[in-house]
């Protein structure tokens, strides 16, 4: 019968591992992460730019309808340094990704009003404006319209 205490088992070898298993599965590990990490960690493409914009949209389209039906103003603000974008009407929260270039064009009477934002107004109009999301040839830019107040998203040239 074959010894079977902890103390038997190490005189022959049987538990734990040798340095050399280790080392060969660190190198393996490594190996692996060397091929994922570049794939995972690239900078944002078109895909990830129109997502953004399109998630900005929704968020305009909100602020929008929260004023038209708590009949009374609501201001989405942007955060161009930090690249944050936030809801008038509720908590909600945009971080455009890093490395993305952020542009905002708005109307001059609203720059002293609430600062960089568009202000959707209770009978259905806004303040206007359009903010451009870019990374070398890929741009997309939201636009609000300070008539209708509708939010569109359009490819342009960077």
């Not at 393996?28 to 570049?38: H, K, Q």
């Not at 968020?59 to 038209?68: C, G, K, V």
């Amino acid at each position: 019968m074959p010894p079977t205490s902890p103390a038997a088992r190490r005189r022959r070898g049987e538990s734990g591992f040798a340095l050399y298993e280790l080392v060969i599965a660190l190198v393996i590990m490594g190996l692996v992460a060397s091929v994922a990490l570049p794939r995972l960690v690239r900078p944002p493409g078109p895909v990830e730019i129109r997502n953004a914009a399109e998630e900005i949209a929704a968020l305009l389209r909100t602020d929008r309808n929260a004023a038209l039906y708590r009949r009374r103003d609501v201001v989405s603000r942007f955060d161009l340094r930090r690249g944050v974008v936030r809801a008038g009407s509720s908590t909600w929260t945009i971080d455009v990704p890093s490395g993305v270039k952020i542009e905002f064009v708005q109307s001059s009477r609203e720059l002293g009003r609430s600062g960089t934002g568009i202000r959707f107004l209770a009978d259905g109009r806004s303040s206007g404006g359009a903010l451009t999301l870019s990374r070398n040839e890929y741009a997309y830019r939201v636009s609000v319209n300070w008539l209708t107040a509708s939010v569109r998203v359009a490819r342009v040239e960077a």
